[in-house]
């Protein structure tokens, strides 16, 4: 078995969601945050992001931040986190969250979020990385996506081992058993491929 340390999180930045999202959020980072993982994510103040990284915070988790200029001029950047990088592009914090983290946990979220977990699993697809991938499949939110990939997988567009490269739970309380059975990653990432 691998020792997962750092745990990215994919999530969404909107608050205007159902109170079951927002527990969920709460519920994972306090989690993370007492088997002593460190979480790296987006960086943000606002929606899950926000209540993941204080969730962490709050239960003795280091938490790193990685958030473009852009997104930071919308003053949206949580400032009491552990280390909070300011990247020039969302390119390079995309290759930076991979660079810091031994897995990846994708929320329930919006098209940025969806936009991160098709493109880590693409990854790991093309061996750019090895390292766990875990969909939280909160009240079934991510049902149509995971509907999708079979679909894809069972028309010839996937590999046919396109499941292997995903794990799907149903909440957040299957994280941590999962992160708990990874192995070590076969493949280190290659930044100056990403």
């Not at 390292?131 to 939110?141: D, S, T």
């Amino acid at each position: 078995m691998h020792t997962v340390s750092s745990v990215c999180v994919y999530c969404g930045s909107s608050g205007n969601v159902e109170e079951r999202y927002k527990r969920a959020a709460h519920r994972l980072g306090e989690s993370l945050g007492e088997a002593g993982m460190r979480v790296v994510y987006g960086g943000g103040r606002v929606g899950l992001m926000g209540i993941v990284a204080d969730a962490a915070l709050k239960a003795g988790a280091e938490v790193v931040g990685i958030i473009p200029e852009h997104i930071q001029a919308l003053e949206v950047d949580h400032t009491g986190l552990t280390e909070l990088h300011v990247v020039d592009s969302m390119h390079t914090r995309k290759a930076m969250m991979v660079a810091r983290s031994d897995a990846f946990v994708v929320l329930p979220g919006g098209l940025g979020t969806l936009d991160e977990a098709f493109e880590i699993i693409t990854w790991r697809q093309l061996r750019l990385h090895d390292k766990p991938i875990v969909i939280v499949n909160e009240n079934g939110y991510w049902q149509p996506l995971i509907d999708l990939l079979d679909h894809i997988r069972e028309t010839g567009f996937g590999r046919g081992d396109i499941h292997m490269l995903y794990t799907v739970v149903d909440g957040v309380e299957d994280v941590l058993p999962v992160l708990g059975r990874a192995h070590a990653p076969a493949v280190r990432p290659d930044i100056a491929r990403l």
